[in-house]
């Protein structure tokens, strides 16, 4: 069971490069998020997904973009980098429906070098 | 605005106990969680409170006041391996997490 998996788990863009990051889970999960997590700060929430098809706005999603086509999976691009999308960045699932806590499982990170 | 507050960073020893605060302001509350999260690693989910007073799980305990906005985790009997970042979140009223930066325990043999 690989749970949430991430790739690439580095990268190194220069300005004005583009890429996308992919998260996969298979826990057959409703939710699907993207976190950036910066020094000194707490997890901030770029973009995030309820459903197949689905896709909501977070704390910070200028110069992101993310696509939910199937359920399992859940794309964040970057379409032109700048040094300030620098960061770890942290794909999650959840689903709340079960009942239990909603705790959100986390992939195992991905690390953007924007030169 | 929202705010999550913990300590920056914190230092106990082996086989001793640790008391990790978090206080926070939100707009609403449905449940607060603590995660740990190794340097380099993904964070894992540790424990859920949504009522107040003290979930226990093994050597990691979890204490929640709704009405001082305050909770704690508390880990006893601490190992080497507990050295780590202790997140706390909390889960607004629109069930978004807000999250704290983390606090950072060190475990000195």
């Known amino acids: 069971n690989a749970g949430v998996t991430q790739t690439p788990k580095f990268r190194v863009l220069k300005t004005g490069q583009s890429m996308t990051l992919l998260c996969a889970q298979d826990?057959?999960?409703?939710?699907m998020y993207w976190y950036r997590q910066d020094p000194g700060m707490g997890l901030r929430l770029i973009h995030y997904s309820v459903g197949e098809g689905t896709t909501a706005k977070g704390e910070v999603p200028d110069g992101y973009n993310v696509s939910r086509l199937k359920k399992q999976n859940f794309l964040l691009g970057l379409e032109s980098a700048a040094p300030s999308q620098t960061s770890v960045y942290f794909c999650?699932?959840?689903?709340?429906?079960?009942?239990?806590?909603?705790?959100?499982?986390f992939g195992e990170g991905s690390r953007l070098t924007v030169l | 605005g929202q705010n999550i507050d913990q300590p920056t960073e914190m230092t106990a020893t082996e086989g001793a106990i640790v008391q990790i605060n978090c206080t926070y302001q939100t707009s609403g509350f449905n449940g607060l969680f603590w995660y740990q999260q190794h340097a380099g690693e993904a964070p894992t989910f540790l424990s859920y409170?949504?009522l107040d007073g003290l979930e226990e799980k093994g050597r990691f305990s979890s204490f929640l006041s709704r009405s001082k906005g305050y909770s704690y985790l508390l880990l006893k009997e601490l190992q080497m391996k507990d050295s780590a970042s202790y997140l706390c979140?909390?889960?607004?009223?629109?069930?978004?997490?807000?999250w704290g930066a983390g606090t950072k325990l060190i475990i000195k043999p």
């Open positions: 979140a909390v889960k607004d009223s629109n069930y978004q997490l807000i």
């Open positions: 409170n949504v």
């Open positions: 826990m057959n999960h409703e939710y």
């Open positions: 999650a699932s959840s689903d709340p429906g079960t009942g239990e806590t909603g705790e959100l499982f």
